[in-house]
């Protein structure tokens, strides 16, 4: 029995109590009728909750019509979120509100009565200008009658808000992952196919291994170009998308480092900020990390490295807890990290771990074919980036042929770049190389004069070293061969282009 079959009875049993009183009936025929209507009672106290007071606790809004669209309640909510007093609604009818058309806005009490079901929609208040999620049901009476339609309204600004937040965040999301492609496309470095045997071969192994997640330990002198190539095997990788992140482990100073990598928390040491630091390795997370000058990158910390690459998660700085990664390391170092580890300074474990994949970048003295190549493009990349049209006296590429490059390719990149702002003629020339490169007199010569015959026995020379480096294995053994002192040959090498290092057993 409902509460309000249990009240509709309870009058009925008064009325019947009088009559029996009036009729003078018998007394234990009234009082069983007391005795019921006590009982009834009981059971009705028992479960009496107070409704105005749930409903005004409510935090949503509630709105109830009777079954003629009559506002008959409206709880403390609903004048909250509406801005709408109760009395401007009670006791009138939703079709006079609506028609008046300054109050509400998407009421569903009409569809309600109308559809006879429950329905909901977005309504606004024209007082506050906020919008509701109204949700309208009805209650039908024993005759299947609407006899109320109860209306509950949530206040959804906030929603909204949150939405058009996160609408706005997406939308800046997008334009920062434009804009990073566009960096990344700008600050990655053309690459220029090697005409030298060994170097054009990288580009093969490259292609190969940039799809694979295999850690990459590129090697060469200042300026060969490591960075470039670093920048191709993530650029062909399947994380090309994804972050890479470039450390130069010599530029960071050792104490400072350990912190830089692998971040910290709050509080963790004197100096940490108030609100910690996420990681480079984390903010390499899903992507590559370059590690740049691994070679310089202090013992502790190596041990350190080793231990996140073998079980492929960090932990900040003062945390205890760890954090998943996956990532694909390059690194690179311009020191022969092979004697490193020889010598005790770099770890043996670290340096099988990283060198999966070797390359090695040979100097631009030892790769002499790719010297005029490098020369006409960077010649090209400055005159177009001045508006400038030189080109190259007869002779000035034999100079820069002849010239070391101690610096490489980056070397010979600045050079080419100050003859281009600073030269006022049309034609590079020889002399204005000389001066630039601080030749001596002998390698003038070589520029101005350069002899068919002198080229012939550099050719003839390069021969007879390499097929003795070859053989012997050694450069002490090769020099004995050729019935030279080790230093002498060693200096041959280094002005011919040969890097006996190559040749060793
Ligand atoms: N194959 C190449 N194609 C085009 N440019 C190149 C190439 N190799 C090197 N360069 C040029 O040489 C410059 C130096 O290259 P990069 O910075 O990669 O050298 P690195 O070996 O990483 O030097 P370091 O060891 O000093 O960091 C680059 O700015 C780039 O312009």
Redesign the pocket.
């Known amino acids: 029995m409902t509460d309000r079959e249990k009240i509709i009875k309870l009058h009925e049993l008064v009325g019947k109590i009088y009559e029996k009183q009036q009729k003078q009936a018998d007394v234990t025929e009234i009082k069983s009728l007391v005795d019921t209507y006590n009982e009834l009672y009981e059971t009705l106290i028992e479960n009496y909750l107070d409704f105005k007071e749930i409903s005004d606790h409510l935090f949503d809004g509630i709105y109830v019509s009777d079954g003629e669209g009559k506002t008959i309640y409206v709880n403390e909510a609903y004048s909250r979120i509406t801005g709408i007093d109760k009395h401007l609604v009670l006791n009138r009818t939703v079709k006079e509100i609506s028609q008046e058309g300054k109050i509400y806005q998407g009421a569903v009490t009409m569809r309600v009565l109308e559809e006879r079901k429950r329905i909901s929609s977005i309504g606004k208040s024209l007082l506050n200008n906020r919008e509701h999620l109204v949700t309208g049901s009805p209650i039908m009476d024993e005759h299947g009658e609407i006899r109320l339609v109860v209306i509950n309204n949530r206040d959804i600004t906030e929603l909204r808000d949150l939405e058009q937040e996160i609408c706005n965040l997406k939308s800046h999301r997008i334009k920062a992952a434009e804009e990073i492609k566009f960096l990344r496309k700008q600050l990655s470095?053309?690459?220029?196919e090697?005409q030298e045997v060994d170097t054009k071969a990288i580009f093969d192994v490259i292609e190969t291994i940039a799809p694979t997640d295999v850690s990459v330990l590129i090697t060469?002198?200042?300026?060969?170009?490591?960075?470039?190539?670093a920048d191709a095997i993530f650029n062909k990788s399947n994380r090309k998308d994804k972050p890479f992140v470039k450390i130069n482990c010599a530029a960071i100073p050792a104490e400072l480092l350990e912190s830089e990598l692998f971040g910290y928390e709050k509080g963790a040491f004197t100096d940490a900020s108030k609100k910690g630091k996420i990681g480079l390795f984390e903010l390499a997370n899903e992507g590559t990390i370059l590690l740049?000058?691994i070679g310089d990158m202090p013992t502790k910390l190596q041990i350190k490295l080793l231990r996140v690459l073998q079980n492929k998660e960090i932990m900040r700085l003062g945390s205890t807890e760890t954090i998943n990664l996956d990532i694909r390391l390059i690194a690179?170092t311009?020191k022969d990290l092979h004697k490193e580890m020889l010598a005790g300074r770099f770890r043996k474990d670290l340096y099988y771990r990283i060198n999966v994949v070797p390359i090695h970048?040979k100097s631009l003295r030892e790769r002499k074919c790719d010297i005029i190549v490098?020369a006409n493009?960077f010649l090209e990349r400055y005159n177009k980036k001045y508006g400038k049209n030189l080109t190259f006296e007869k002779g000035s590429l034999k100079i820069l042929e002849a010239y070391d490059w101690p610096g490489?390719?980056?070397e010979m990149?600045n050079v080419i770049e100050r003859i281009v702002v600073v030269n006022r003629e049309p034609v590079i020339k020889v002399k204005m190389l000389q001066n630039l490169l601080h030749l001596s007199d002998s390698d003038k010569d070589e520029g101005q004069n350069t002899s068919g015959l002198k080229d012939e026995v550099e050719r003839f020379e390069t021969q007879i070293i390499e097929k003795a480096l070859k053989q012997h294995g050694s450069i002490n053994k090769a020099a004995k061969a050729l019935k030279i002192s080790q230093p002498a040959l060693s200096k041959k090498c280094k002005r011919i282009g040969v890097n006996y290092k190559d040749y060793l057993l």
């Open positions: 470095n053309e690459i220029i090697s060469g002198e200042s300026g060969t170009g490591k960075e470039v190539f740049d000058e690179s311009n970048l490098f493009y490489n390719i980056r990149e």
